[in-house]
């Protein structure tokens, strides 16, 4: 698996963005520049909606089909899967793959929903290949946008140190 991020925040992202802080607080006066790194921190770890406005496209090849099937379920972002379908592609009956054939994908979102991904899929009890691939994508979103970096992690970490989920990996407590 390769995993290339392909479109970060831009500067007109990161403008619109502290704009939107902006008008939340009840300024509707176009601010100056960028945000500063510290309001882009706080703002992330806080979860507030102006982080939606914030992009991230991945290119993610050679991903099995049933790991990006786990990506696809995020309702959030927008997963482009290459397609098995024979009348789409003449490498293989896709109707007899296998649900580890190697497909491309490219996974749009947001910032929100980056982390809320990283939350579910980091998890000890998400399968190996889908931690695999979506710490991949945790790391390239850290190295564009560092102030997100913090809050790419498990829910249990995110959450104080306790486990929500149904069962726990071991990495926490269960709360």
Same mark, same amino acid.
């Given at each position: 698996?390769k995993v290339t991020l392909i479109y970060e925040p831009e500067e007109r992202e990161l403008k619109l963005f502290k704009r939107c802080v902006w008008v939340?607080?009840? !300024? ?12 882009? %921190?706080? =703002? ?11 992009? *991230?496209? *991945? ?10 099937? %786990? ?8 997963? *482009? ?7 789409? /592609? ?12 190697? =497909?491309?994908?490219? *996974?749009?979102? !947001? ?5 809320? =991904? ?9 399968? +190996? ?5 979506? /710490?991949?994508?945790?790391? +390239?979103?850290?190295? $564009?946008?560092?102030?997100? $970096?913090?809050?790419?992690?498990? +829910?249990?970490? %995110? /959450?104080?140190?306790?486990? %929500? ?7 926490? +407590?269960?709360?």
């Amino acid at each position: 698996m390769k995993v290339t991020l392909i479109y970060e925040p831009e500067e007109r992202e990161l403008k619109l963005f502290k704009r939107c802080v902006w008008v939340t607080m009840g !300024n509707p006066e176009e601010p100056l520049g960028p945000p500063s790194s510290d309001l882009l %921190h706080r =703002v992330l770890h806080a979860r507030h909606s102006p982080i939606r406005v914030l992009n *991230f496209a *991945f290119l993610i090849e050679d991903i099995p089909s049933n790991t990006a099937t %786990h990506l696809a379920r995020h309702v959030h972002a927008v997963p *482009f899967i290459s397609s098995l379908r024979n009348d789409r /592609q003449d490498r293989m009956d896709g109707d007899a793959a296998r649900r580890d054939t190697p =497909v491309d994908m490219i *996974f749009y979102c !947001n910032a929100e929903e980056l982390m809320t =991904v990283a939350n579910k899929r980091l998890c000890g009890l998400a399968a +190996a290949r889908t931690r695999e691939v979506v /710490q991949m994508m945790c790391d +390239a979103a850290a190295e $564009a946008l560092p102030e997100i $970096a913090s809050e790419l992690v498990p +829910a249990c970490l %995110h /959450q104080g140190g306790v486990c %929500h989920e149904l069962e726990s990996c071991g990495r926490c +407590a269960k709360g």
